[in-house]
């Protein structure tokens, strides 16, 4: 079974910035596509940034030039760094993996979630 932990959330006001990460298994962090998707209160779970087992990265246009999605080898962390945040990205925030080399955002490519942390931001 895939371990997904993600580290708490936070709050920030508008323009400001946060990082998002979480811990993910040996295995499934070496050879599977790795994903964070959000969760807005009212919207469908909609994928933010997706890196795959080449490191190729891919986002969703509202994330693209903001947000960056990266791995840290050394204690298989997934990291999400987001930038220039707007109320508009308040939501929960779930780290994903999906149980294949190569992913985009379908939901059924993804096979274990994390529990979701919270972004709050402030205007």
């Known amino acids: 079974q895939v371990q997904v932990v993600e580290s708490e959330g936070g709050s920030v006001q508008a323009g400001g910035s946060l990082r998002l990460s979480c811990t993910v298994s040996?295995?499934?962090?070496?050879?599977?596509?790795l994903a964070w998707f959000r969760q807005i209160p009212g919207k469908e779970r909609e994928g933010v940034a997706r890196i795959d087992v080449l490191d190729d990265t891919f986002y969703a246009d509202f994330a693209e030039g903001r947000f960056t999605i990266s791995k840290v080898n050394a204690n298989r962390t997934l990291v999400l760094n987001m930038n220039s945040l707007t109320p508009e990205d308040s939501g929960t925030y779930i780290c994903?993996?999906?149980?294949?080399?190569?992913?985009?955002?379908?939901?059924?490519?993804?096979?274990?979630w994390g529990q979701g942390t919270q972004v709050t931001v402030s205007s």
């Open positions: 994903a993996v999906g149980e294949k080399m190569f992913c985009l955002f379908a939901l059924d490519d993804f096979q274990s």
């Open positions: 040996e295995y499934a962090f070496d050879h599977y596509c």
